[in-house]
């Protein structure tokens, strides 16, 4: 089990994790070591702080979701 980060909540980590795991599943590149399950992936890159949440996110629009980066997934700093 990841353990979730101080400070963020679960439900934040819980979403942080799925559209993280849909970048990867689209084929992003890891930002940790990958793991058998793409899931536990991205669940470790939102524990290390790998993945961060943007504050000015924007909704996808569903007929170029597949073209697009969904914006909480960007490097801190």
Known sequence: MVKRPDGVNAFEFAVLC??????????CTPRVAPSEKI?????HEVAERKIVRSADTVALNP?????????????PG
């Open 39 to 43: 899931a536990v992936t991205a669940q």
């Open 18 to 27: 799925g559209l993280r795991a849909a970048q990867l599943q689209r084929g």
């Open 63 to 75: 007929e170029t979701a597949a073209d697009e980066e969904v914006d909480v997934a960007r490097s």
